[in-house]
């Protein structure tokens, strides 16, 4: 039997929401036993004081993208479990928008063989929603759920043929299939830049008005009133679609929300010297809907943080900012960007672990997420408050499109564990 015992910790609980010092027992990849503040130093098996750092459940996060097959220039699953690893991240839930897209059996057998070889992290993969991302063909949904696909999802490309999304609702609806969308009306969204406003018009890029990102729950919702299926929404960014996405969990549809660390910590201004690192999709928005956005998360309006990480070779990212790749890597930076929230009084500790741990691994029927008895001792040590400068030299990803690079940041990840195995240690 294998044993680690944590002591001195203090344990962030999402579930209890509380911070209480003491410690945790690990058996065999789970947790056993909760010990108190005075519990006394046991001798078998390995012991770690954790000099009263924080530990937590580790961070499970929805969005990932690695880019195999297709693109392993960009990110393998060996790098990016390397970065999940320093980042806290214990289980990554992957992206389909692959070369090609995952859309079959065969492809997602393939990319789960390569997670398990290549990852010391969890990875569970999600499968596009219609064959190719092409939004007129459903795939085979039941074929990919016995394969192992966790959701469906054609990412960033909607499904604009309503007729056809609301077939894959149904379908997905009658096999209990979670279908996660990317809330964003297409006509409006293409070849935006930046959110639109005065800002934006004074720097000269192309822009969208938040009101594309309501227009599209708008639809989704009633699509969903009518299906009955379970909905995720992987980013809601702005405040005029939170309206729409309180009135369905009034009403009581199976929906739950999502939004990014980079959403939730940076606004529109950053753009402001043209650095493609902060071109995102959605774009950036207001500072008024990122405050809005981090008190959804607070209340639990918003259920999920998310790092959507997204990585772009250089040659993608070094163009005007027009042309230039969306989307920035994150997995590393998460949890320092999420002290950001933190420190400022925004989102206090249990709350952000619910949004990044709990809630997450709940929406997906995972049991990681929690420090209750009987969990898997996925786990991450930490320090909110040590300092440091960003350098995405020093970054796991094989991109290294961080817009935070060169940013003074605040806490740090000293260990990662999964099933009780440590999988990083700061040194």
């Not at 004081?49 to 459940?57: G, I, R, S, W």
């Not at 990044?356 to 691994?361: D, E, R, T, V, W």
Request: proline share 6%.
């Amino acid at each position: 039997m294998n044993k680690l015992t944590f002591l001195n910790a203090r344990l962030v609980d999402p579930e209890t929401d509380e911070i209480t010092v003491g410690g945790l027992v690990v058996e065999d990849g789970r947790i056993t036993k909760r010990l108190p503040k005075d519990a006394p130093r046991l001798t078998s098996g390995r012991v770690i004081d954790c000099h009263l750092k924080y530990l937590a459940p580790g961070i499970v996060d929805i969005g990932v993208k690695v880019c195999e097959p297709g693109e392993r220039h960009k990110e393998s699953y060996r790098s990016a479990g390397l970065a999940a690893a320093a980042g806290g991240v214990t289980t990554m839930i992957t992206r389909p928008d692959t070369e090609p897209a995952i859309d079959n059996p065969e492809t997602l057998e393939f990319v789960t063989r390569r997670a398990n070889e290549a990852a010391p992290v969890n990875v569970m993969p999600m499968a596009a929603l219609t064959k190719g991302r092409a939004g007129r063909e459903m795939t085979e949904i039941g074929f990919l759920m016995d394969a192992g696909a966790i959701a469906f999802t054609d990412c960033d490309r909607v499904v604009t043929d309503t007729k056809v999304f609301s077939r894959a609702l149904t379908y997905a609806r009658s096999l209990g299939a979670l279908v996660i969308a990317h809330p964003q009306d297409p006509g409006l969204s293409r070849g935006a830049a930046a959110t639109s406003g005065k800002f934006a018009s004074l720097r000269g890029l192309p822009a969208v008005s938040p009101m594309a990102e309501r227009m599209a729950l708008d639809r989704d919702m009633a699509l969903i009133e009518m299906t009955g299926a379970r909905y995720h929404a992987d980013q809601i960014t702005s405040a005029r679609a939170l309206p729409a996405l309180e009135r369905a969990k009034a009403n009581g549809l199976d929906v739950t929300a999502g939004t990014s660390i980079h959403h939730l910590t940076l606004n529109a201004l950053d753009v402001a010297d043209y650095r493609t690192f902060f071109k995102l999709k959605p774009p950036l928005r207001d500072e008024q809907d990122r405050l809005a956005i981090a008190e959804a998360v607070k209340s639990g309006l918003i259920d999920v943080i998310s790092s959507m990480h997204t990585p772009q070779d250089e040659e993608s990212k070094r163009l005007p900012f027009e042309e230039a790749a969306s989307g920035a890597v994150a997995l590393e930076t998460m949890l320092p960007a999420a002290m950001r929230l933190y420190h400022a009084g925004l989102i206090d500790l249990p709350a952000l672990w619910r949004a990044m741990s709990l809630n997450p691994a709940k929406r997906l029927g995972l049991a990681s997420g929690r420090l209750a008895i009987g969990a898997p001792a996925d786990l991450v040590l930490f320090d909110p408050d040590t300092p440091f400068l960003m350098d995405r030299a020093t970054l796991h990803s094989k991109s290294r499109n961080t817009p935070f690079d060169g940013a003074r940041m605040q806490g740090r990840v000293l260990s990662t564990f999964v099933a009780g195995t440590c999988v990083y240690e700061r040194s």
